[in-house]
């Protein structure tokens, strides 16, 4: 299994509009982050976690070339406005329609946004056409599981994702969990990412934030877990990377754009 952090920023991540002066080390590429997605690769699948803005950006920069399935953690700006650049994928698919799961209410928006999107073929050629489907809590495919757990993400709700790959007697070989656009982690959403290899956990900045975990509250959830390797997401330009990291506990990571894991 392969992870590809696309992005790890919010809209206010860096560089932000009116950035404040001082806030961080403009020569330290780490530093330097889009809008939160990620891509993962496993059982022979290509699965992409949510499209920001730069989601076409994003691509290029780390030359992606498959998607077989697409999934939304939610329905909010950052996380849905490249959906049209699926369209590419799309092509390479021969024109067929992208599976896209999510709850009932960001289908719905999807709906709303991407109208020429689901007709159930392209309106033109080169145009994308999504197969909006809604996410059970445990999706089966050949060789691979992905869960879903509900999070809570200020007076709304997001999905998180567990990414199980299997091995040839159908035993959990890897695994992988995305908490993403969430203010805490639920019992649940522990239980369910115990024995992963890694975790990516919303730490949006150092300050208490209504909808989002602060590294502090990022730290705890890792803990919680009990991952290898836990990495913090979602940053806002508050998070200067390197000299940060040095007071992290030891396991726990602040990721950044282009971060490749191989479980």
Known sequence: MQIIFLGTGTSQGVPMIGQPPGTFNAADPKNFRTRSSIHVIAAGKHIQV????????QCVR????????????????????????????????????????????TLERVRAIYPYAV?????????PVFDLKEMPATLELDGLRIHSVWQEHGPLRSLGFVFEELDAQGQVAKKFAYYCDTHSVSDEAVALAKGAQAVALDGLRPRWHPTHMSVQDAIEAAKRIGAPASYLTHLTYEIDHTRMQAELPEGIFYAWDGLRLSL
């Open 62 to 105: 780390e030359d992606i070339r498959q998607m077989d399935l697409f999934l939304l953690t939610h329905g909010h700006a950052d996380h849905i406005l490249g959906m049209d650049d699926i369209r590419r994928f799309c092509d390479f698919n021969g024109g067929q329609a992208m599976p896209v799961y999510g709850d009932a209410e």
């Open 119 to 127: 007709q159930g073929v392209p309106v033109s050629k080169g145009y």
């Open 50 to 57: 949510d499209a920001a803005q730069e989601f076409r950006l």
